[in-house]
């Protein structure tokens, strides 16, 4: 095998697993959308910094143990959040 080959296997590897981080993705807004329509119906705010910290602790470990950048994970993270808190506020203003 030369080396374009080797750099198409690696590209695939990496193709695949950039769609399976937009379906996972996908996947936990639609469950983000539901909790915004509980917290909209039951009166709850739109965010809550207790378990976004926890999230983001429990996550920067992970992290670590994965060897990757938990400060990495932690801005991604935090982007997350911040969306679905935006998604909240937009799901509680109706």
């Known amino acids: 095998?030369?080396?374009?080959?080797?750099?198409?296997?690696?590209?695939?590897?990496?193709?695949?697993i950039d769609a399976?981080?937009?379906?996972?993705?996908?996947?936990?807004?639609?469950?983000?959308?539901?909790?915004?329509?509980?917290?909209?119906?039951h009166n709850l705010p739109p965010a809550d910094p207790n378990r976004e910290e926890l999230q983001i602790?429990?996550?920067?470990?992970?992290a670590q143990d994965a060897n990757l950048d938990p400060d990495f994970t932690e801005k991604f993270l935090r982007f997350i959040i911040d969306?679905?808190?935006?998604?909240?506020?937009q799901i509680k203003k109706g």
């Open 20 to 41: 399976a981080l937009v379906c996972m993705l996908a996947e936990r807004f639609k469950i983000t959308q539901s909790v915004g329509q509980f917290k909209a119906t």
């Open 83 to 89: 969306e679905v808190i935006r998604h909240h506020q």
């Open 57 to 62: 602790a429990r996550l920067r470990k992970l």
């Open 1 to 16: 095998m030369d080396e374009i080959d080797i750099l198409k296997q690696y590209r695939q590897s990496i193709d695949n």
